[in-house]
Nanobody
Framework: QVQLVESGGGLVQAGGSLRLSCTAS?????MGWYRQSAWNQRELVAY???????NYANSVKGRFTISRDSDKNTVYLQMDSLKPEDTAVYYC???????????WGQGTQVTVSS
């Protein structure tokens, strides 16, 4: 059983920045972030694998940057040029290959005011 502990989030004005962190209790293949708002289903924001492969949602490309400290089993999401539409609960996600399984953090609120 892998546990994910998130930190970061909060309230920021449009154009501002926030950084999210997520630490896993064990080394896992892929870590990243999803988000869910009141009007959207949970969607991928970004992820990074242990070999450095990344994937970003089109809506955040060029504004968000994901990075990973493998020694600390921690992934970071630097969010710049935030927009009100980025407002959501952000969930850390971890994926293991064997067994194939997803793990989730408790979620952290990000609110961007206009």
């Amino acid at each position: 059983q892998v546990q994910l502990v998130e930190s970061g989030g909060g309230l920021v004005q449009a154009g501002g920045s926030l950084r999210l962190s997520c630490t896993a209790s064990a080394r896992i293949f892929r870590m990243g972030w999803y988000r869910q708002s009141a009007w959207n289903q949970r969607e991928l924001v970004a992820y990074m694998t242990v070999i450095g492969t990344t994937n970003y949602a089109n809506s955040v490309k060029g504004r968000f940057t994901i990075s990973r400290d493998s020694d600390k089993n921690t992934v970071y999401l630097q969010m710049d040029s935030l927009k009100p539409e980025d407002t959501a609960v952000y969930y850390c996600n971890g994926y293991t290959v064997s067994p194939s399984r997803d793990y989730w953090g408790q979620g952290t609120q990000v609110t961007v005011s206009s």
